[in-house]
């Protein structure tokens, strides 16, 4: 196959938003405790940060990380988690039909955030609680003294306030499974009140609304033009979810869900701007792709599901705990590809979620941490997308799927540092079978030398499902991906069948 890139300078989406490469923990099976916080674990250090998974979490490189949940959030009491650690109470979790013991809370994460080197967004209870107790939040963390929360959060151990900017007025709300689930008036009218409230304790701050938990929602659409019909002028962004798998084997059309990602977005941003039609309102709010990922959410009959989690109430059982393989690492690529080709909109997203459960990272209890094969298009996108978003002309050999119909084989994103004079292609190539013929005409960038060029895929005596386990735990990951060149103003290359790379030129 062949696919044919073009580039221009004159061409540009608009400037890589960083927030773009967040992250997600959420109080759910092991992503706190035996994930981020295992005090007693070999590598933890005095507060029981396990010092291998920072070093992971760094070199992956989110820039943002979303907490406390989820579906967590919607039944959390946040002043359980912050005071004497001995006096804190321990909960049923509904939401995960866990037990809390709350040995990790806000002043843990605020700490653990500072040495992973990420902003903090920070979700408030709208299931079982409102404004009070969220205008209370914003207090206890940003107000800086001599008010009631500002000072018990001084008395906590923290003179200093957090100054947490980026705030999510609650999660998924629309969904039946959620605690205290809301219709979309009900919640429209919450989250306006309660956004008033928290920007009057801190006018700073930066919000998110509940959109839909995904595309298939019977309410999508008319859950977010009714949201934003209320709370237009009081928030900043509606929130996306949405999660992808493999069904039946069919390979073909599950490469090809970054197709369905990209007509999600345009659907939200349709809503939204016909929300700012009718209302005359001249700010524009944005999109928070807050939870997205690869997630097997059905034919698996693993202990790690929900379902079996529920027949006791355990701490921190394992939950979702999906091993990624080689195939979902090139659709995890193309999804990121999606974020990129809509950051003149999508302003925000995280990857759910960072540890264990549905990660990038991996860790036995007492044990090792470990990269999974989607780490490493995360990784590399968070660390090369920089400055500009190119828009790409791209002509590609087609592929037939069942679900999108026929669909570029080659799916890509590239930027532009111009500072420093650097280009970065992302490129993912879906056939199964075939290599790709690839070049990339660069009209105008004056690029000329290869700086990089690595690929992520099959490796040699392994097929598209092998993945990276706790006994060999870097099967799959980069390698050089050779034959690059720059020729008369464009690159050349040839892409692997089934194959996530990266070209860095300068
Ligand atoms: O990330 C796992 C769960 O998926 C989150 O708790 C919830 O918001 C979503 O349904």
Redesign the pocket.
């Known amino acids: 196959t062949t696919a044919r890139i073009t580039i221009d300078r004159d061409f540009t989406i608009g400037d890589v938003p960083r927030r773009l490469f967040g992250s997600?923990v959420?109080h759910?099976g092991r992503c706190v405790y035996t994930g981020i916080y295992e005090p007693g674990h070999p590598q933890a250090d005095a507060r029981g940060f396990r010092k291998d998974v920072l070093a992971l979490v760094k070199e992956l490189g989110p820039t943002v990380v979303r907490y406390p949940?989820?579906?967590?959030v919607s039944g959390y009491l946040w002043e359980d988690g912050v005071g004497p650690v001995e006096k804190r109470p321990r909960r049923l979790d509904g939401?995960w039909h866990t037990i809390e013991s709350n040995a990790f809370g806000l002043h843990e994460f605020v700490e653990w955030a500072k040495e992973a080197d990420v902003e903090i967004m920070e979700a408030v209870n709208l299931g079982t609680r409102g404004v009070e107790e969220a205008r209370a939040l914003v207090e206890y963390a940003n107000h800086p003294s001599g008010t009631y929360w500002s000072d018990l959060r001084r008395t906590n151990g923290a003179a200093d306030p957090f100054d947490i900017k980026l705030w999510c007025l609650g999660?998924?709300l629309d969904?039946p499974?959620q605690i205290g689930g809301k219709t979309a008036q009900e919640y429209g009218r919450l989250a306006q009140e309660t956004a008033k409230a928290m920007k009057f304790v801190d006018p700073s701050i930066e919000l998110v609304a509940v959109g839909s938990?995904n595309r298939q929602m019977p309410t999508f659409g008319s859950w977010e033009h009714t949201v934003l019909t209320h709370a237009y002028d009081e928030v900043d962004y509606i929130s996306m979810?949405a999660?992808y798998q493999e069904h039946d084997g069919d390979a073909a059309s599950f490469l090809a869900e970054a197709v369905d990602m990209d007509a999600f977005i345009d659907g939200v941003i349709a809503t939204v701007d016909a929300v700012k039609a009718a209302g005359k309102h001249t700010k524009q709010v944005d999109i928070s792709f807050d939870?997205w990922?690869v997630?097997y959410q059905s034919g698996l009959e693993t202990e790690d599901q929900p379902h079996q989690v529920a027949k006791g109430w355990r701490e921190y059982p394992r939950l979702?705990e999906d091993t990624y393989n080689v195939t979902d690492a090139v659709v995890v690529g193309t999804f990121l590809h999606s974020l990129l080709r809509h950051g003149d909109r999508v302003k925000i997203a995280n990857q759910?979620?960072l540890v264990n459960?549905?990660a990038p990272i991996r860790s036995e209890q007492g044990g090792p941490a470990w990269r999974q094969s989607i780490f490493w298009p995360f990784a590399r996108i968070a660390s090369h997308a920089r400055g500009r978003i190119l828009r790409l002309a791209i002509d590609s050999t087609q592929m037939a799927t069942k679900r999108y119909g026929d669909v570029d084989v080659v799916d890509a994103a590239a930027t532009w540092d111009e500072e420093n004079g650097t280009i970065a292609l992302f490129l993912a190539n879906r056939s199964l079978t075939d290599a790709s013929d690839l070049t990339v005409d660069l009209r105008g960038l004056g690029a000329t030398t290869v700086r990089s060029a690595e690929v992520l895929t099959v490796p040699e005596g392994g097929d598209r499902l092998v993945a990276n386990v706790v006994d060999d735990q870097d099967r799959v990951g980069l390698t050089p991906l050779r034959g690059v060149d720059v020729v008369d103003g464009a690159v050349r290359a040839t892409l692997p069948p089934l194959s996530w790379s990266v070209v860095i030129l300068d």
């Open positions: 997600f959420e759910m949940g989820g579906n967590f939401a999660n998924e969904g499974w938990s979810h999660y939870e990922n997630w979702i759910a979620q459960v549905i």
